[in-house]
């Protein structure tokens, strides 16, 4: 099995290592723009990932930021991207999940969904039947997307949001915790509330 190298080690990297290694993998170590003090897992620093050589290495970016995630797994395209799915986790084998995606710890994939690469779905979420969520899209802690809801690229699901099935949620969308979406959500919108309703929208 590839030995795997973490791209940026802080709180979401925390959480897909700990996937990992309850899955089997080995992790070499972390890239960072600099070495970091905190080091839970006592991983061995790799300098940056522009000048580490990942010939043979799986890699995965450990970034929370969708933008920032997107922009460094597109800076290295041509590498290998591991996917860190948590051994509680509960994915549908004709659901279809992209590379250097997270299903974290007790989330569930149902079938016919579709996840896109780098996205985060995270402790707890539920993602139900035949969703499509494109890439670098983060679901937080406890969302729910009930069957057929689609997210766009970039968007963010805040923990404990519900989507209403059939729903349309649009690309790089903020949604509040707690949110309630029971509309189609265009692009760029910031929603918050039960009903969920749009108080601005992303620059």
Known sequence: MSKIIIIGYSGHAFVAIDALQKSGFKIFGYCDQQEKKENPFDLNYLGSEDNFDFEGKLAFVGIGNNNIRKLVMTKLEQLDFAKAIHPSAVISAISKIGAGTLIAANAVVNPLSNIGKGV????????????????????????????????GALTFVGANAVVKQGVKIGSKVTIGAGAVILEDIPDNAVVVGNPGKIIKYNK
Do not use: K, M, Q, Y
């Not at 707890?124 to 899209?137: M, T, W, Y």
């Open 120 to 151: 985060i779905v995270n402790s707890g979420a539920i993602v139900e039947h035949e969703c499509n969520l494109e890439d670098f899209v983060h679901i937080a802690p406890g969302a729910t997307l009930a069957g057929n809801v689609t997210v």
